[in-house]
């Protein structure tokens, strides 16, 4: 739609990108992907940024990042797994939207990091009265894509 504009953007995002901290990062990923505007060069550089700050990504930043990778449907192993290792270290801390959007990116790349997946199933099952319904459709979807037991308290 605004392609050009989205261009200079992804450009400017790129010559500034060392003065992001990890919200502007996670914000700029997100926003990107909400408008279904994939730039891969600008998502790399993100993603390369972020490898070096990962520790200081708060639940919210870790979640939206994961959903904007993997709406663009860009696969970055190294950033996921680093991802994945501080989101265990932070799950008590994610909030039901967070712990649905960081199983749907899984899910939708197909990434079965299963100790990052238990520790969703968990908190989860943890804050079970605080779920939404789309976060509980989107839960049970990620397992099912990802061939994951569900345990009953998902079913009743």
């Given at each position: 739609?605004?392609?050009?504009l989205m261009d200079e953007i992804s450009w400017e995002v790129m010559a500034k990108i060392e003065s992001f901290g990890n919200q502007d990062l996670s914000n700029t990923s997100w926003a990107?992907?909400?408008l279904a505007v994939s730039n891969a060069m600008m998502m790399t550089a993100i993603g390369?940024?972020?490898?070096?700050?990962?520790?200081?990504?708060?639940?919210?930043?870790l979640a939206n990042t994961a959903w904007a990778f993997a709406k663009l449907e860009?696969?970055?192993?190294?950033?996921?797994?680093?991802?994945g290792c501080y989101a265990q270290k932070k799950i008590t801390n994610f909030t039901t939207q967070n712990l649905a959007n960081?199983?749907?990116?899984?899910?939708r790349l197909g990434l079965v990091n299963r100790s990052l997946?238990?520790?969703?199933?968990?908190?989860?099952?943890?804050?079970m009265s605080e779920c939404t319904a789309f976060?509980?459709?989107?839960?049970?979807?990620?397992?099912?894509?990802?061939?994951?037991?569900?345990?009953?308290?998902?079913?009743?």
């Amino acid at each position: 739609k605004h392609e050009k504009l989205m261009d200079e953007i992804s450009w400017e995002v790129m010559a500034k990108i060392e003065s992001f901290g990890n919200q502007d990062l996670s914000n700029t990923s997100w926003a990107f992907a909400k408008l279904a505007v994939s730039n891969a060069m600008m998502m790399t550089a993100i993603g390369k940024k972020l490898m070096t700050m990962v520790k200081e990504l708060i639940p919210q930043d870790l979640a939206n990042t994961a959903w904007a990778f993997a709406k663009l449907e860009l696969e970055n192993l190294p950033l996921f797994q680093a991802m994945g290792c501080y989101a265990q270290k932070k799950i008590t801390n994610f909030t039901t939207q967070n712990l649905a959007n960081m199983a749907w990116s899984l899910a939708r790349l197909g990434l079965v990091n299963r100790s990052l997946l238990s520790s969703v199933q968990e908190q989860a099952m943890r804050k079970m009265s605080e779920c939404t319904a789309f976060d509980l459709s989107i839960l049970v979807w990620s397992f099912d894509v990802l061939s994951l037991e569900l345990p009953d308290a998902f079913m009743d």
